[in-house]
């Protein structure tokens, strides 16, 4: 399998971890691909909208935005590993997640997505991650991904993950393996129902768009180019 890794952290500790116990435990022979933010995405979303309004190529961030998304697009299976920060994802993966806006279903979403697996792996002191795993899950529906499975791993005993019981750990690690060894076969999931259902209101709302506009917006060329929606005809000018 081809493999993406996005880490929302640069710290090699409790989530560098449990991401690299859940590779392991993938096996062998497969192409892995790792970013670490922010040092591979340093810079937040600064709004210019000129992704949305022109093309996402002219992102004054799009060295670094650009090779993940297409890195991503060429993956079969798509790892988040994230810790909790006050209670959410933490604000680097959030960056990445806002800078990949340009590519939700109702901007111009590319149908690659639609056909990947994602992990979400994260990890907090206390058993609360619900927050965090649906700040990434939120944008991966969005970006049309249709299988999404999330492990919320309660460290209990602290932060730092050599000081954790030797128990601990050992739980910590045969829970990630049991749940790796859900992803090792690299069949694509199917077309999910809610990504389905995303997909075609977004093509209604484009093709509504499409017969009033005029002059097509960035957006409504990419659905027209893609043959996502009919080009409707209309008198320019
Ligand atoms: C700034 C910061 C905020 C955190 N917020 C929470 C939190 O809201 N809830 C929680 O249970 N753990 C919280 N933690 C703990 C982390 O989720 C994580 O378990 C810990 O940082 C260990 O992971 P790491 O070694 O990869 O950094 C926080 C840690 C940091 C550094």
């Known amino acids: 399998m081809k493999i993406t890794v996005i880490t929302g952290t640069e710290q090699k500790g409790c989530t560098y971890r449990i991401k690299e116990i859940f590779l392991n435990a993938l096996g062998t022979g497969h192409e892995i691909t790792q970013y670490y933010l ?12 000129i992704c949305f309004l022109h093309d996402e190529n002219l992102c004054p961030h799009a060295a670094h935005v650009v090779p993940i998304w297409n890195s991503l697009l060429e993956s079969d299976l798509l790892v988040f590993a994230s810790p909790v920060y006050a ?9 990445l997640l806002d800078h990949l806006c340009v590519h939700w279903m109702v901007h111009r979403p ?14 907090a002191v206390g058993p609360i991650q619900k927050g965090a795993q649906s700040d990434i899950a939120t944008s991966l529906r969005w970006l049309g991904v249709s ?18 019981s030797d128990k601990r750990q050992k739980d910590i690690t045969r829970k990630t393996v049991k749940f790796a060894k859900k992803f090792k076969n ?3 999931p199917h077309n999910g129902l809610k990504v389905r259902g995303l997909f075609a209101l977004c ?19 990419y659905w027209v180019e893609k043959g996502f929606i009919k080009p409707s005809i209309k008198k320019q000018g």
Do not use: W, Y
Request: hydrophobic letters at 35%.
């Open 203 to 221: 093509r209604l709302l484009h093709q509504q768009a499409a017969r009033k506009e005029v002059i097509l917006s960035a957006d409504n060329r």
């Open 147 to 164: 299988q999404i499975r999330t492990l919320g791993i309660g460290l209990m005993e602290g932060i730092i993950f050599n000081q954790l």
């Open 38 to 49: 922010p040092s591979d995405l340093p810079d937040f979303c600064c709004g210019c909208k």
């Open 87 to 95: 209670l959410r994802t933490t604000a680097q993966m959030k960056s």
């Open 186 to 188: 690299p069949s694509p």
């Open 110 to 123: 590319d149908e690659r997505m639609f056909s990947k697996k994602a992990v979400i792996l994260t990890n």
